[in-house]
């Protein structure tokens, strides 16, 4: 059976689904109605419930498994599912989470070896102790998180995954330009989104806890940083450097950047990671495109789709 994301318009629905977040609102008229977003291991798709009541809310909640009928649609640049017929999944069906939620490609454990391989190309003692002491602490959950919520590495194992991705992009841009200090480079990268394990909720309908939508992960990673360097008894400039990675990655205040980079290996951290999510989201948009057609719209790309050429 084809996951709900490599259904055509038009294509006829009859899934098990996981509802991955679910938000109620009115119409202008007044009138309650829900959105769901539904996924399987293909990925998630939009999807509307008219006139709902207080048991759909009940019912219909994130994290909870679904079957659903109805059919693929097409509204405002994307696909979306035109739901004809709802109801809960029953336990006799035998149908799991884990049937249902996407994780990375490669296990968590190959990854996490390949990051830990990183290790010894650092020389620095203070920043590898305290990277090292970071990630151990956060170990499991590093393992299993997304890296988001929505758009790009949104899967079990996508922080790691997106991890690891970028370590190789930093890896081939400190062999292009030696004058980068792979030290700083390669714990910032390790290190910028830790602060997503105690931002948002886990890797399983992911959403933002308390402290992630009052505080943010990187001000929770650099006091993290501060900490560690406490108990580790390390003083120095390396502590405040590490600290400007996490502050600068985003690359601009209006992308929720407290500081623009000011370092050489901040200014290319922005960048490894800029590049590591649009490429998740572009492959993942293609995979799911016919070779001569063009992607759904992709709003974190400005909105744009994207063609799929004919030719490999």
Known sequence: MK??????????VDHFLLIKQST????????KFMTLILQDKSGDIEAKL?????????????????RVGGEIQHYRGKNQLRIK???????????????????A???????????????????????????RHLLKKHQAAIMTFPAATRNHHDYVSGLIDHVVSMLKLGKSLCDLYPSLNKDLLYAGIILHDVGKVTELSGPIATSYTIEGNLIG???????????????????GEEVMLLQHMVLSHHGKEEWGSPKKPMLREAEMLHYIDNIDAKMNMLDRALNKTNPGEFSERLFPLDNRSFYKPTFE
């Open 3 to 12: 996951g709900i994301t490599q259904l055509a318009v038009g294509e006829a």
């Open 24 to 31: 109620k609102a009115f119409t202008t008229t007044g009138n």
């Open 50 to 66: 008219w006139d709902t009541t207080e048991e759909h809310e009940t019912l219909y909640h994130s994290e909870a498994i679904v």
């Open 85 to 103: 017929s709802i109801r809960a999944a029953k336990d006799d069906e035998g149908v799991s989470l884990t049937d249902l939620v996407p994780s």
């Open 105 to 131: 490609e490669k296990a968590k454990e190959v990854l996490f070896e390949e990051l830990m391989q990183f290790f010894f190309e650092m020389k620095n003692p203070h920043i590898q102790r305290i990277t």
């Open 217 to 235: 992960h990187i001000t929770i990673m650099v006091n993290e940083i501060s900490k560690a360097a406490e108990e580790l008894q390390i003083n």
